[in-house]
Protein backbone atom coordinates (compact mmCIF):
# COMPACT_ATOMS: atom_id res chain seq x y z
CA UNK A 1 0.00 0.00 0.00
CA UNK A 2 1.27 3.55 -0.54
CA UNK A 3 2.77 5.84 2.37
CA UNK A 4 0.76 9.04 1.04
CA UNK A 5 -2.00 9.79 -0.88
CA UNK A 6 -1.20 10.50 -4.47
CA UNK A 7 -2.61 11.68 -7.59
CA UNK A 8 -1.78 10.66 -10.96
CA UNK A 9 -2.74 11.88 -13.90
CA UNK A 10 -6.15 12.51 -12.94
CA UNK A 11 -8.75 14.19 -14.77
CA UNK A 12 -12.41 15.07 -13.32
CA UNK A 13 -15.05 17.03 -15.35
CA UNK A 14 -18.95 17.16 -13.47
CA UNK A 15 -21.49 15.05 -15.43
CA UNK A 16 -22.89 18.69 -17.08
CA UNK A 17 -19.32 19.04 -18.74
CA UNK A 18 -17.60 21.27 -16.76
CA UNK A 19 -13.84 20.29 -16.39
CA UNK A 20 -12.44 20.77 -12.93
CA UNK A 21 -8.76 18.72 -13.18
CA UNK A 22 -7.00 17.61 -16.18
CA UNK A 23 -4.05 15.79 -15.36
CA UNK A 24 -3.20 16.59 -11.96
CA UNK A 25 -0.26 14.72 -10.43
CA UNK A 26 1.11 15.11 -7.20
CA UNK A 27 1.72 13.49 -3.76
CA UNK A 28 1.52 14.85 -0.13
CA UNK A 29 4.72 15.35 1.31
CA UNK A 30 5.12 15.04 5.21
CA UNK A 31 4.41 16.97 7.73
CA UNK A 32 2.05 20.04 8.32
CA UNK A 33 0.85 21.38 4.60
CA UNK A 34 -2.09 23.66 3.93
CA UNK A 35 -4.52 24.23 0.50
CA UNK A 36 -5.99 27.55 -0.69
CA UNK A 37 -8.04 28.58 -3.13
CA UNK A 38 -10.77 30.90 -4.43
CA UNK A 39 -14.20 29.80 -3.54
CA UNK A 40 -15.44 27.10 -6.19
CA UNK A 41 -12.28 26.60 -7.28
CA UNK A 42 -12.17 22.84 -6.73
CA UNK A 43 -10.88 22.58 -2.69
CA UNK A 44 -13.47 19.73 -1.53
CA UNK A 45 -14.19 18.64 -4.92
CA UNK A 46 -10.41 17.30 -4.47
CA UNK A 47 -11.05 16.11 -1.06
CA UNK A 48 -14.15 13.87 -2.71
CA UNK A 49 -11.96 12.40 -4.87
CA UNK A 50 -9.14 11.54 -2.28
CA UNK A 51 -12.13 9.83 -0.33
CA UNK A 52 -13.42 7.87 -3.69
CA UNK A 53 -16.62 10.07 -2.87
CA UNK A 54 -16.04 11.03 -6.58
CA UNK A 55 -15.09 9.15 -8.82
CA UNK A 56 -11.91 10.57 -11.59
CA UNK A 57 -12.93 10.73 -15.18
CA UNK A 58 -9.49 9.49 -15.88
CA UNK A 59 -6.21 9.10 -13.99
CA UNK A 60 -6.10 7.36 -10.38
CA UNK A 61 -5.82 8.07 -6.39
CA UNK A 62 -3.78 6.22 -3.89
CA UNK A 63 -4.10 6.18 -0.33
CA UNK A 64 -2.64 4.57 2.83
CA UNK A 65 -4.69 2.42 4.63
CA UNK A 66 -4.82 4.08 7.41
CA UNK A 67 -6.25 7.65 5.87
CA UNK A 68 -8.18 9.99 7.45
CA UNK A 69 -10.52 12.57 6.40
CA UNK A 70 -12.95 15.10 8.43
CA UNK A 71 -15.23 17.08 6.19
CA UNK A 72 -16.23 20.96 6.26
CA UNK A 73 -19.55 19.75 7.65
CA UNK A 74 -19.15 16.86 10.20
CA UNK A 75 -22.57 15.03 10.29
CA UNK A 76 -22.69 12.83 13.43
CA UNK A 77 -25.40 10.82 14.69
CA UNK A 78 -27.31 12.46 17.64
CA UNK A 79 -27.81 9.26 19.94
CA UNK A 80 -24.24 8.12 19.37
CA UNK A 81 -21.83 7.77 22.05
CA UNK A 82 -18.82 9.97 22.10
CA UNK A 83 -16.92 6.50 22.23
CA UNK A 84 -18.18 5.46 19.10
CA UNK A 85 -17.39 8.73 17.53
CA UNK A 86 -13.67 8.38 18.45
CA UNK A 87 -13.73 4.58 17.16
CA UNK A 88 -13.30 3.17 20.24
CA UNK A 89 -17.14 2.39 21.23
CA UNK A 90 -16.59 -1.66 21.11
CA UNK A 91 -13.30 -1.93 22.89
CA UNK A 92 -14.10 0.25 25.60
CA UNK A 93 -17.75 -1.76 26.31
CA UNK A 94 -15.43 -4.85 26.38
CA UNK A 95 -12.94 -3.48 28.54
CA UNK A 96 -15.72 -2.56 30.76
CA UNK A 97 -17.58 -6.11 30.78
CA UNK A 98 -14.17 -7.46 31.72
CA UNK A 99 -13.63 -4.74 34.91
CA UNK A 100 -17.10 -6.28 35.60
CA UNK A 101 -16.17 -9.96 35.81
CA UNK A 102 -16.52 -11.09 31.84
CA UNK A 103 -15.24 -13.84 30.94
CA UNK A 104 -16.90 -14.07 27.04
CA UNK A 105 -13.19 -14.60 25.02
CA UNK A 106 -15.49 -12.25 22.24
CA UNK A 107 -14.47 -9.02 25.07
CA UNK A 108 -11.22 -10.25 25.12
CA UNK A 109 -10.92 -10.32 21.58
CA UNK A 110 -12.26 -6.69 21.12
CA UNK A 111 -9.82 -5.56 23.42
CA UNK A 112 -6.84 -6.90 22.11
CA UNK A 113 -3.90 -5.45 23.53
CA UNK A 114 -5.67 -1.66 23.96
CA UNK A 115 -6.06 -2.16 27.67
CA UNK A 116 -4.86 1.71 28.15
CA UNK A 117 -7.74 2.63 25.51
CA UNK A 118 -9.58 4.61 27.32
CA UNK A 119 -6.58 6.54 28.80
CA UNK A 120 -5.24 7.16 25.54
CA UNK A 121 -9.11 8.81 24.25
CA UNK A 122 -9.11 10.81 27.16
CA UNK A 123 -5.40 12.52 26.53
CA UNK A 124 -6.70 13.02 23.02
CA UNK A 125 -9.94 14.55 24.24
CA UNK A 126 -7.61 16.99 27.15
CA UNK A 127 -5.48 18.14 24.24
CA UNK A 128 -8.50 19.24 22.23
CA UNK A 129 -9.95 21.24 25.29
CA UNK A 130 -12.74 18.50 25.57
CA UNK A 131 -11.92 17.11 29.25
CA UNK A 132 -15.17 17.78 29.91
CA UNK A 133 -16.83 15.48 27.57
CA UNK A 134 -17.59 11.76 29.13
CA UNK A 135 -17.10 8.66 26.38
CA UNK A 136 -20.81 7.91 27.41
CA UNK A 137 -22.24 11.16 26.29
CA UNK A 138 -24.43 11.67 23.42
CA UNK A 139 -23.40 13.41 20.57
CA UNK A 140 -27.11 15.17 20.89
CA UNK A 141 -25.48 16.96 23.87
CA UNK A 142 -22.60 18.43 22.24
CA UNK A 143 -22.28 21.77 19.91
CA UNK A 144 -21.12 22.02 16.30
CA UNK A 145 -17.71 23.33 17.04
CA UNK A 146 -16.66 20.22 19.67
CA UNK A 147 -18.56 17.71 17.61
CA UNK A 148 -16.56 19.10 14.88
CA UNK A 149 -13.11 18.43 17.00
CA UNK A 150 -14.42 15.09 18.23
CA UNK A 151 -14.21 14.14 14.52
CA UNK A 152 -10.66 15.86 14.62
CA UNK A 153 -9.66 13.36 17.87
CA UNK A 154 -10.87 10.40 15.93
CA UNK A 155 -8.00 10.86 13.39
CA UNK A 156 -5.79 11.37 15.52
CA UNK A 157 -6.26 8.41 17.73
CA UNK A 158 -6.40 6.47 15.01
CA UNK A 159 -2.63 7.86 14.26
CA UNK A 160 -3.47 7.29 10.52
CA UNK A 161 -0.54 7.61 8.19
CA UNK A 162 -2.65 10.79 6.16
CA UNK A 163 -4.92 12.99 7.68
CA UNK A 164 -6.60 15.22 5.26
CA UNK A 165 -9.08 18.20 7.01
CA UNK A 166 -11.65 20.73 5.30
CA UNK A 167 -11.54 23.64 7.24
CA UNK A 168 -11.39 22.05 10.56
CA UNK A 169 -11.42 25.37 12.72
CA UNK A 170 -14.59 26.70 11.63
CA UNK A 171 -17.38 27.11 14.61
CA UNK A 172 -14.63 26.86 17.14
CA UNK A 173 -13.92 29.61 19.75
CA UNK A 174 -10.25 31.05 19.87
CA UNK A 175 -9.10 28.54 22.93
CA UNK A 176 -9.49 25.41 20.94
CA UNK A 177 -8.92 26.97 17.32
CA UNK A 178 -5.17 27.36 19.32
CA UNK A 179 -5.37 23.64 20.66
CA UNK A 180 -6.07 21.84 17.38
CA UNK A 181 -3.39 24.21 15.70
CA UNK A 182 -0.76 22.36 17.86
CA UNK A 183 -2.32 19.20 18.07
CA UNK A 184 -2.04 18.98 14.16
CA UNK A 185 1.33 20.63 14.37
CA UNK A 186 2.46 17.51 17.14
CA UNK A 187 1.04 15.22 14.76
CA UNK A 188 3.38 12.57 13.01
CA UNK A 189 2.80 11.55 9.46
CA UNK A 190 1.42 13.66 6.69
CA UNK A 191 -1.18 16.08 7.49
CA UNK A 192 -2.76 18.39 4.83
CA UNK A 193 -5.34 21.00 5.77
CA UNK A 194 -7.92 23.00 3.26
CA UNK A 195 -8.67 26.36 5.52
CA UNK A 196 -8.04 30.14 4.43
CA UNK A 197 -7.54 30.12 8.50
CA UNK A 198 -4.85 32.58 8.94
CA UNK A 199 -3.83 31.44 12.17
CA UNK A 200 -3.50 27.92 10.98
CA UNK A 201 -2.10 28.52 7.80
CA UNK A 202 1.13 30.57 9.52
CA UNK A 203 1.91 27.02 11.42
CA UNK A 204 2.38 24.69 8.50
CA UNK A 205 5.44 24.01 6.30
CA UNK A 206 4.09 24.73 2.56
CA UNK A 207 1.12 25.75 1.13
CA UNK A 208 -1.01 24.15 -2.05
CA UNK A 209 -2.36 26.60 -3.91
CA UNK A 210 -5.52 25.85 -6.40
CA UNK A 211 -5.82 27.96 -9.17
CA UNK A 212 -7.61 27.93 -12.82
CA UNK A 213 -5.84 27.74 -15.70
CA UNK A 214 -6.25 29.25 -18.81
CA UNK A 215 -8.32 25.92 -20.19
CA UNK A 216 -10.58 26.21 -17.83
CA UNK A 217 -9.41 23.71 -15.71
CA UNK A 218 -7.38 23.74 -12.14
CA UNK A 219 -3.74 23.30 -11.34
CA UNK A 220 -2.00 22.93 -8.09
CA UNK A 221 1.29 24.49 -7.16
CA UNK A 222 3.06 24.50 -4.25
CA UNK A 223 4.73 27.39 -2.27
CA UNK A 224 7.66 26.66 0.27
CA UNK A 225 6.72 28.19 4.26
CA UNK A 226 3.52 29.45 5.89
CA UNK A 227 1.21 32.16 4.39
CA UNK A 228 3.46 35.39 5.20
CA UNK A 229 5.82 33.47 2.36
CA UNK A 230 3.35 32.55 0.17
CA UNK A 231 1.61 36.10 -0.13
CA UNK A 232 4.99 37.15 -1.05
CA UNK A 233 5.54 34.91 -3.51
CA UNK A 234 2.14 35.45 -5.02
CA UNK A 235 1.96 39.26 -4.69
CA UNK A 236 5.67 38.95 -6.62
CA UNK A 237 4.37 36.74 -9.46
CA UNK A 238 1.11 38.91 -9.94
CA UNK A 239 3.44 42.34 -10.40
CA UNK A 240 5.25 40.58 -13.00
CA UNK A 241 2.45 39.15 -14.99
CA UNK A 242 0.64 43.23 -14.99
CA UNK A 243 4.26 43.85 -16.55
CA UNK A 244 3.62 41.28 -19.14
CA UNK A 245 0.45 42.15 -20.13
CA UNK A 246 1.24 45.53 -20.00
CA UNK A 247 4.08 44.78 -22.47
CA UNK A 248 1.58 42.41 -24.41
CA UNK A 249 -0.96 45.24 -24.64
CA UNK A 250 1.60 47.75 -26.51
CA UNK A 251 2.83 44.89 -28.54
CA UNK A 252 -0.55 43.97 -30.01
CA UNK A 253 -1.74 47.77 -30.28
CA UNK A 254 1.67 48.24 -32.29
CA UNK A 255 0.64 45.10 -34.58
CA UNK A 256 -3.27 46.23 -34.87
CA UNK A 257 -1.62 50.39 -36.01
CA UNK A 258 0.63 48.46 -38.29
CA UNK A 259 -2.26 46.43 -40.16
CA UNK A 260 -4.07 49.82 -40.12
CA UNK A 261 -1.48 51.48 -42.13
CA UNK A 262 -1.22 48.59 -44.23
CA UNK A 263 -4.26 48.55 -45.27
CA UNK A 264 -4.58 52.51 -45.58
CA UNK A 265 -1.26 51.79 -48.13
CA UNK A 266 -2.96 49.42 -50.39
CA UNK A 267 -5.83 51.35 -50.55
CA UNK A 268 -4.38 54.22 -51.78
CA UNK A 269 -2.80 52.31 -54.38
CA UNK A 270 -5.70 50.89 -55.27
CA UNK A 271 -6.94 54.96 -55.68
CA UNK A 272 -3.89 55.84 -57.88
CA UNK A 273 -4.18 52.52 -60.11
CA UNK A 274 -7.68 53.54 -60.64
CA UNK A 275 -6.81 57.04 -61.77
CA UNK A 276 -3.89 55.73 -64.20
CA UNK A 277 -6.66 54.10 -65.47
CA UNK A 278 -9.08 57.04 -65.85
CA UNK A 279 -6.72 59.31 -67.46
CA UNK A 280 -4.93 56.35 -69.54
CA UNK A 281 -1.69 56.80 -68.99
CA UNK A 282 -0.91 53.05 -69.37
CA UNK A 283 -2.54 50.85 -71.36
CA UNK A 284 -5.41 48.48 -69.90
CA UNK A 285 -3.19 45.74 -70.13
CA UNK A 286 -1.20 47.21 -67.47
CA UNK A 287 -3.30 48.54 -65.88
CA UNK A 288 -4.69 44.84 -65.23
CA UNK A 289 -1.37 43.31 -64.56
CA UNK A 290 -0.38 46.51 -62.00
CA UNK A 291 -3.45 46.08 -60.15
CA UNK A 292 -3.37 42.03 -60.07
CA UNK A 293 0.27 42.24 -58.91
CA UNK A 294 -0.82 44.89 -56.06
CA UNK A 295 -3.87 43.08 -54.91
CA UNK A 296 -1.51 39.99 -54.38
CA UNK A 297 1.15 41.37 -52.64
CA UNK A 298 -1.65 43.16 -50.54
CA UNK A 299 -3.15 39.79 -49.67
CA UNK A 300 0.54 38.60 -48.96
CA UNK A 301 0.94 41.15 -47.06
CA UNK A 302 -1.84 41.77 -44.79
CA UNK A 303 -2.03 37.90 -43.66
CA UNK A 304 0.97 38.43 -42.74
CA UNK A 305 0.22 41.53 -40.87
CA UNK A 306 -2.82 39.63 -39.52
CA UNK A 307 -1.13 36.46 -38.13
CA UNK A 308 1.19 38.69 -36.62
CA UNK A 309 -1.54 40.27 -35.03
CA UNK A 310 -3.12 36.96 -33.90
CA UNK A 311 -0.03 36.12 -32.12
CA UNK A 312 0.25 39.32 -30.26
CA UNK A 313 -3.89 38.89 -29.30
CA UNK A 314 -2.99 35.39 -28.14
CA UNK A 315 0.20 36.38 -26.18
CA UNK A 316 -1.85 39.15 -24.54
CA UNK A 317 -4.75 36.58 -23.17
CA UNK A 318 -2.45 34.21 -21.91
CA UNK A 319 -0.75 36.93 -20.09
CA UNK A 320 -4.11 38.38 -18.26
CA UNK A 321 -4.84 34.85 -17.77
CA UNK A 322 -1.98 35.21 -15.68
CA UNK A 323 -3.42 37.26 -13.35
CA UNK A 324 -6.19 36.48 -10.78
CA UNK A 325 -9.33 37.32 -11.94
CA UNK A 326 -11.56 39.13 -8.89
CA UNK A 327 -14.59 36.66 -8.01
CA UNK A 328 -14.95 37.78 -4.75
CA UNK A 329 -18.78 38.53 -3.38
CA UNK A 330 -20.37 41.90 -4.36
CA UNK A 331 -23.32 43.00 -2.67
CA UNK A 332 -25.40 45.54 -3.24
CA UNK A 333 -27.54 45.28 0.04
CA UNK A 334 -31.35 46.54 -0.01
CA UNK A 335 -32.09 49.48 1.56
CA UNK A 336 -33.20 48.22 5.02
CA UNK A 337 -32.30 50.90 7.27
CA UNK A 338 -34.00 51.65 10.56
CA UNK A 339 -34.21 54.69 13.00
CA UNK A 340 -31.93 54.84 15.70
CA UNK A 341 -34.52 54.75 18.04
CA UNK A 342 -36.81 52.18 17.22
CA UNK A 343 -37.17 48.65 19.26
CA UNK A 344 -36.29 45.79 17.07
CA UNK A 345 -36.21 43.21 19.63
CA UNK A 346 -36.84 42.86 23.07
CA UNK A 347 -36.95 39.69 25.49
CA UNK A 348 -38.05 39.48 28.97
CA UNK A 349 -36.89 37.31 31.35
CA UNK A 350 -35.28 34.81 29.15
CA UNK A 351 -34.11 31.04 29.80
CA UNK A 352 -32.98 29.03 27.25
CA UNK A 353 -32.03 25.14 26.93
CA UNK A 354 -28.11 26.56 28.01
CA UNK A 355 -28.64 29.04 30.59
CA UNK A 356 -30.20 32.00 31.74
CA UNK A 357 -29.85 34.99 29.84
CA UNK A 358 -32.65 37.69 31.87
CA UNK A 359 -33.95 41.11 29.61
CA UNK A 360 -32.11 41.58 26.74
CA UNK A 361 -32.79 44.07 23.44
CA UNK A 362 -32.29 45.61 20.34
CA UNK A 363 -32.37 48.98 19.77
CA UNK A 364 -32.12 50.29 15.88
CA UNK A 365 -29.25 49.74 13.84
CA UNK A 366 -27.29 48.33 16.48
CA UNK A 367 -24.38 45.54 15.71
CA UNK A 368 -23.80 43.23 18.46
CA UNK A 369 -21.71 40.62 18.12
CA UNK A 370 -22.50 37.31 20.58
CA UNK A 371 -18.94 35.63 21.99
CA UNK A 372 -18.46 32.94 24.14
CA UNK A 373 -16.87 28.95 24.59
CA UNK A 374 -17.84 26.27 22.30
CA UNK A 375 -20.99 24.93 24.14
CA UNK A 376 -21.80 28.29 25.37
CA UNK A 377 -25.07 28.28 23.81
CA UNK A 378 -24.65 30.73 21.25
CA UNK A 379 -26.49 29.02 18.28
CA UNK A 380 -29.50 28.51 20.96
CA UNK A 381 -29.45 32.04 22.44
CA UNK A 382 -30.16 33.29 18.13
CA UNK A 383 -32.78 30.61 17.58
CA UNK A 384 -34.68 31.25 20.62
CA UNK A 385 -34.54 35.15 19.71
CA UNK A 386 -35.98 34.04 16.19
CA UNK A 387 -38.49 31.98 17.42
CA UNK A 388 -37.42 28.54 15.96
CA UNK A 389 -37.00 27.89 19.69
CA UNK A 390 -39.19 27.71 22.93
CA UNK A 391 -37.35 29.37 25.57
CA UNK A 392 -37.53 27.41 28.47
CA UNK A 393 -39.06 31.11 30.78
CA UNK A 394 -39.51 34.30 29.36
CA UNK A 395 -41.01 36.07 26.36
CA UNK A 396 -39.65 37.47 23.00
CA UNK A 397 -40.88 39.82 20.58
CA UNK A 398 -39.32 40.71 17.42
CA UNK A 399 -40.85 43.88 15.52
CA UNK A 400 -38.92 44.00 11.94
CA UNK A 401 -38.66 41.17 9.07
CA UNK A 402 -35.23 38.97 10.25
CA UNK A 403 -33.19 37.00 8.10
CA UNK A 404 -31.30 34.19 9.47
CA UNK A 405 -28.19 32.71 7.77
CA UNK A 406 -26.92 29.37 10.30
CA UNK A 407 -23.56 27.88 10.53
CA UNK A 408 -24.41 24.67 8.45
CA UNK A 409 -26.44 26.79 5.44
CA UNK A 410 -29.16 24.04 5.88
CA UNK A 411 -31.82 26.74 4.63
CA UNK A 412 -30.84 25.09 0.88
CA UNK A 413 -32.88 22.96 -1.19
CA UNK A 414 -30.22 20.47 -2.75
CA UNK A 415 -32.78 19.95 -5.34
CA UNK A 416 -33.24 23.16 -6.58
CA UNK A 417 -31.07 25.55 -8.73
CA UNK A 418 -29.64 28.57 -7.35
CA UNK A 419 -31.93 31.19 -8.86
CA UNK A 420 -34.95 28.86 -7.34
CA UNK A 421 -33.90 28.86 -3.93
CA UNK A 422 -33.68 32.39 -4.18
CA UNK A 423 -36.92 32.35 -5.57
CA UNK A 424 -39.05 30.45 -3.05
CA UNK A 425 -37.73 33.14 -0.60
CA UNK A 426 -38.79 36.05 -3.11
CA UNK A 427 -41.36 34.80 -5.35
CA UNK A 428 -42.72 38.21 -6.31
CA UNK A 429 -39.81 39.28 -7.75
CA UNK A 430 -39.36 38.86 -11.65
CA UNK A 431 -37.20 35.65 -12.39
CA UNK A 432 -34.33 38.01 -14.56
CA UNK A 433 -34.78 40.40 -11.28
CA UNK A 434 -32.85 37.66 -9.19
CA UNK A 435 -30.74 36.58 -12.03
CA UNK A 436 -29.41 40.18 -11.87
CA UNK A 437 -29.08 40.20 -8.15
CA UNK A 438 -27.14 36.71 -8.29
CA UNK A 439 -25.07 38.19 -10.27
CA UNK A 440 -23.52 40.44 -7.33
CA UNK A 441 -22.72 37.18 -5.98
CA UNK A 442 -20.83 35.45 -8.74
CA UNK A 443 -23.74 33.14 -10.16
CA UNK A 444 -23.80 34.33 -13.61
CA UNK A 445 -24.93 32.71 -16.43
CA UNK A 446 -25.42 28.92 -15.91
CA UNK A 447 -23.99 29.28 -12.79
CA UNK A 448 -27.31 30.56 -11.41
CA UNK A 449 -28.95 26.96 -12.63
CA UNK A 450 -26.13 24.72 -10.81
CA UNK A 451 -28.10 22.77 -8.41
CA UNK A 452 -27.27 23.31 -4.75
CA UNK A 453 -26.44 20.05 -4.24
CA UNK A 454 -23.28 20.37 -6.57
CA UNK A 455 -22.06 23.72 -4.91
CA UNK A 456 -18.76 24.23 -2.88
CA UNK A 457 -18.61 25.40 0.36
CA UNK A 458 -17.83 28.77 -0.37
CA UNK A 459 -20.49 28.97 -2.93
CA UNK A 460 -23.13 27.45 -0.37
CA UNK A 461 -22.59 30.42 1.57
CA UNK A 462 -22.94 32.81 -1.00
CA UNK A 463 -26.06 31.16 -2.22
CA UNK A 464 -27.51 30.98 1.62
CA UNK A 465 -26.53 34.47 2.13
CA UNK A 466 -28.31 35.41 -1.40
CA UNK A 467 -31.48 34.09 -0.49
CA UNK A 468 -31.56 35.87 3.28
CA UNK A 469 -30.29 39.00 1.64
CA UNK A 470 -32.76 39.25 -1.83
CA UNK A 471 -36.06 37.96 0.23
CA UNK A 472 -38.70 39.97 0.59
CA UNK A 473 -39.51 41.61 2.89
CA UNK A 474 -35.93 42.45 3.03
CA UNK A 475 -34.92 41.76 6.83
CA UNK A 476 -34.31 44.86 9.05
CA UNK A 477 -32.78 42.29 11.49
CA UNK A 478 -29.71 40.10 10.18
CA UNK A 479 -28.38 37.31 11.67
CA UNK A 480 -25.31 35.37 10.66
CA UNK A 481 -23.61 32.02 12.49
CA UNK A 482 -19.84 31.82 12.00
CA UNK A 483 -20.67 33.50 8.66
CA UNK A 484 -16.47 33.89 7.14
CA UNK A 485 -16.48 29.36 7.32
CA UNK A 486 -15.86 28.47 4.19
CA UNK A 487 -14.86 32.12 2.67
CA UNK A 488 -11.86 32.94 0.75
CA UNK A 489 -9.59 35.58 1.70
CA UNK A 490 -11.16 37.88 -0.83
CA UNK A 491 -14.47 36.73 -0.10
CA UNK A 492 -14.08 37.68 3.69
CA UNK A 493 -12.72 41.31 2.98
CA UNK A 494 -15.93 41.88 0.19
CA UNK A 495 -18.66 40.32 3.23
CA UNK A 496 -16.85 43.10 6.23
CA UNK A 497 -17.21 45.97 2.94
CA UNK A 498 -20.76 44.82 2.19
CA UNK A 499 -21.76 45.20 5.06
CA UNK A 500 -20.64 48.69 6.06
CA UNK A 501 -24.20 49.78 4.54
CA UNK A 502 -26.17 47.73 5.78
CA UNK A 503 -28.62 49.40 7.70
CA UNK A 504 -30.38 47.47 9.67
CA UNK A 505 -29.72 45.92 13.32
CA UNK A 506 -27.02 43.17 12.88
CA UNK A 507 -26.42 40.31 15.31
CA UNK A 508 -23.26 38.23 14.49
CA UNK A 509 -21.71 34.81 16.10
CA UNK A 510 -18.17 34.64 14.96
CA UNK A 511 -14.75 33.75 16.63
CA UNK A 512 -12.69 35.62 13.84
CA UNK A 513 -11.44 38.18 15.47
CA UNK A 514 -10.45 40.39 12.00
CA UNK A 515 -14.02 40.17 10.76
CA UNK A 516 -15.59 41.13 14.38
CA UNK A 517 -13.12 44.25 14.44
CA UNK A 518 -14.33 45.37 10.32
CA UNK A 519 -18.55 45.28 11.14
CA UNK A 520 -17.69 47.85 14.12
CA UNK A 521 -19.89 45.84 16.55
CA UNK A 522 -21.59 48.51 19.33
CA UNK A 523 -22.00 45.58 21.79
CA UNK A 524 -21.00 42.58 22.61
CA UNK A 525 -23.05 40.08 24.59
CA UNK A 526 -20.35 37.21 25.96
CA UNK A 527 -21.79 33.89 27.51
CA UNK A 528 -20.92 31.89 30.38
CA UNK A 529 -22.57 32.33 34.05
CA UNK A 530 -25.42 34.10 32.50
CA UNK A 531 -24.92 36.65 29.43
CA UNK A 532 -22.70 39.48 30.05
CA UNK A 533 -23.94 42.55 27.79
CA UNK A 534 -21.29 45.18 27.08
CA UNK A 535 -21.43 48.38 25.50
CA UNK A 536 -17.96 48.51 22.61
CA UNK A 537 -19.08 52.34 21.21
Avoid at 75 to 100: H, K, P, S, Y
Avoid at 285 to 309: I, M, N, P
Wanted: glycine share 8%.
Amino acid sequence: MPSTLSFTHLSFAWPDGRTVFRDLTFALPSGLSGMVGRNGIGKTTLARLAVADLAPTAGSVARPDRFAYVPQHVALAVDDAVADVLGIGATVRALRAIEGGSTDPADYDAVADDWLVEERAHATLDALGLGNIGLDRRIGQVSGGEATLLAVGASLLAASDVLLLDEPTNNLDADARERLVEALVQRQGTTAVITHDRALLSRVERIGELREKADGSTELRWFGGAIAAFEEAVAAEQDGARQVVAGAVAHAARERRDLVARVESAGKRRRQAASARANAKVTRAGVKVKTDQAARTEARVRHVHEDRLDAATARLADARAAIERDRSIRIDLPLTAVPHRRVILRAAGLVTRTGECGDVSIVGPERIVIAGANGSGKTTLIETLLGTREPVVGTVAVRVPTGYLPQRLDLLDDALSVVDNVRRRAPEVAPQEVRDQLGKFQFRGAAADALAATLSGGERFRAALACVLLARPAPQLLVLDEPTNNLDFASQEHLAQALEGYGGALVVVSHDPAFVESIAPTRRWTLGEGLEDVPLQ
